[in-house]
């Protein structure tokens, strides 16, 4: 009997989209191809007989409305942290910017000044003041049908903030704001996380990477889940199953067909399903695959062929991949770059650290549990920012790399024995940016991930008062407690293509004016250019990160599409 809906994919959007539909009486059929469900939102044992349960891929959560927790009856549990950022100068580590929260003016004005800064304290203010209004204005349509630009422009109703978001580069209105090549490197990182472009392009990828960062619960905080990221999925899981979703583990979607038929094997049997919708919670790309797979399945009558063929995409994040099937007289080698250059491209390496304790800094006037409680940035001057990407445009490796730091057990000691707790072992998250998936081409990915190892570790050396090797934990084999995770890592574990986080260039969190948003599936972006496929992940309309977003809004789509 076919389903109403069948969902490719059991990461936390696709979990959210079974959740809402199950609850408002639709057959819902979600197949996952791993043997677990949560995506890149789970908690793993990374370490052999190390009793820490890490937020292995994604790890802090900003964009999860408190709607969707509320509409499923999530018992998610997020702690605010105390400290913004803390920022070692790499000229001099004994001295750094620790942004808290919770200082006075007085104290605020005298920690940029310990960094000679005091000059963008106000700039700082103003700056993050424009943000955060933009924040609450535009955070709750992210759950709504989409605003046009113009309607978007005019809630936020401030043409300074929308202007130097929206349609100047990045880098030249941090360059006028701010006067601290430190402060700007803060500023910008927002921009290039898993972002490989320039501050100054102006395709203005960075801008909308930044817009993302500073938006999220209408404040732009960045909280850390109790119990790791697998709680998040966790009780996404729980809804749905208990709304009556029928969750497949270790089912694989091999071929998907415009008329709503998947085909997927599991238990080493082909299997066949048809659904009214299907829901796609993986990368446009990987969609593309699975319907160029569904054409041999499942031949398309020509007339719908011709139809498709005139399709027009509804968003920049339904371009099409590069195809290398015509008839290009260039060598094969030449075609397969020319592919992977259409196809998105992640540009950070993820590396996950266990310490027998906190490593003493050079700056002692911070202490390394505030230092550490909030995002560490290491060599992210915006100079630094800009020569790390001028060295991987080339081909190189950063030298000094720039990461960002994240320590979970500072906020939430939870995932961890209570007994290795005790101990106080920490976990330690390192981001490192303008690492992009060309790398893996010109090193291999075993030579990179070992290159990276050592870049990211001896990144953080530079700023360390002892040896980050000196405080490493081991593991019940003896080895020390670094798991490296790259691009290529995060493709094959997430079919993530290129290691993208995002699964694609990220787009505007609103329709062009003159967008189509006749259907419902376009007015909340999670159309294709087939109308019972949609977009149901980090791919869609206002996708990426952990937020459930794409999940809600294309089970929105469904529902109101049935009303019509």
């Known amino acids: 009997m076919p389903h109403d809906v069948v969902i490719i994919g059991g990461g936390h959007n696709g979990l959210t989209a079974a959740a809402y539909l199950a609850r408002a009486g639709r057959s819902v059929l979600l197949l996952e191809r791993d043997d677990h469900l949560g995506g890149a939102a789970v908690s793993a044992q990374a370490f052999d007989g190390v009793e820490a349960r890490l937020s292995r891929y994604s790890y802090l959560v900003s964009l999860l409305p408190q709607r969707i927790i509320d509409d499923l009856g999530l018992d998610i549990r997020l702690v605010r942290r105390r400290y913004s950022s803390y920022t070692p100068d790499p000229a001099d580590p004994s001295r750094g910017l620790l942004v808290d929260r919770e200082a006075d003016a007085e104290a605020s004005a005298a920690a940029f000044a310990r960094v000679d800064a005091e000059g963008d304290t106000a700039a700082w203010d103003t700056f993050y003041g424009e943000t955060s209004r933009l924040a609450e204005r535009l955070f709750p349509t992210l759950t709504e049908p989409l605003l046009t630009r113009s309607e978007a422009r005019d809630l936020v109703g401030d043409d300074r903030i929308w202007t130097d978001l929206v349609e100047r580069p990045l880098g030249e209105v941090i360059d006028e704001r701010f006067a601290s090549d430190l402060v700007r490197g803060v500023v910008a990182t927002d921009g290039l996380i898993g972002t490989f472009t320039d501050l100054d392009d102006p395709a203005l990828d960075a801008n909308r990477c930044f817009l993302y960062h500073v938006i999220g619960g209408g404040t732009g905080d960045w909280d850390v889940p109790i119990g790791g990221m697998g709680a998040v999925s966790g009780?996404?899981?729980?809804?749905?199953?208990?709304?009556?979703?029928?969750?497949?583990?270790?089912?694989?979607?091999?071929?998907?067909?415009?008329?709503?038929?998947?085909?997927?094997?599991?238990?080493?049997?082909?299997?066949?399903?048809?659904?009214?919708?299907?829901?796609?919670?993986?990368?446009?790309?990987?969609?593309?695959?699975?319907?160029?797979?569904?054409?041999?399945?499942?031949?398309?009558?020509?007339?719908?062929?011709?139809?498709?063929?005139?399709?027009?995409?509804?968003?920049?994040?339904?371009?099409?991949?590069?195809?290398?099937?015509?008839?290009?007289?260039?060598?094969?080698?030449?075609?397969?770059?020319?592919?992977?250059l259409a196809e998105p491209e992640g540009a950070q390496v993820k590396v996950n650290l266990m310490l027998t304790r906190l490593p003493r800094l050079r700056d002692t006037e911070v202490a390394p549990e505030a230092a550490f409680a909030g995002t560490f940035h290491i060599n992210e001057l915006q100079t630094q920012l800009d020569a790390a990407f001028a060295t991987a445009a080339r081909g190189g490796i950063p030298s000094p790399l720039p990461c960002e730091i994240y320590c979970h057990t500072l906020s939430d000691p939870t995932i961890l024995d209570p007994e290795l707790a005790a101990t106080g072992a920490h976990t330690l998250t390192i981001f490192g940016l303008h690492v992009p998936h060309r790398l893996v081409e010109r090193f291999g990915n075993d030579e990179l991930r070992a290159r990276l190892r050592d870049a990211v570790l001896a990144s953080l050396d530079s700023v360390l008062a002892e040896p980050i090797a000196d405080v490493l934990a081991t593991d019940a084999a003896g080895r020390p407690c670094v798991e490296v995770k790259t691009t290529l890592d995060l493709e094959h574990a997430l079919r993530m293509p290129g290691g993208n986080i995002f699964h694609g260039p990220l787009s505007w969190p609103w329709a062009e004016d003159d967008a189509p948003l006749a259907t419902p599936a376009q007015r909340w972006g999670v159309a294709t250019a087939h109308p019972r496929i949609l977009l149901c992940g980090s791919g869609a309309v206002r996708g990426g990160a952990v937020s459930g977003i794409g999940g809600h809004n294309a089970a929105m789509a469904v529902l109101e599409a049935a009303e019509d």
């Not at 796609?280 to 020509?302: I, K, Q």
């Not at 260039?330 to 592919?339: A, Q, T």
């Open 235 to 340: 009780e996404l899981e729980r809804a749905a199953r208990e709304a009556g979703a029928e969750l497949l583990v270790d089912a694989e979607v091999v071929a998907v067909g415009p008329d709503g038929r998947v085909r997927y094997t599991r238990g080493g049997e082909d299997q066949v399903v048809e659904a009214g919708t299907v829901l796609a919670n993986v990368a446009p790309v990987v969609l593309d695959r699975l319907l160029a797979a569904g054409a041999t399945a499942f031949p398309e009558p020509a007339e719908g062929a011709a139809a498709r063929a005139a399709a027009q995409p509804v968003a920049p994040r339904d371009e099409r991949p590069f195809s290398h099937d015509g008839p290009v007289a260039v060598p094969p080698v030449v075609r397969e770059r020319l592919r992977r």
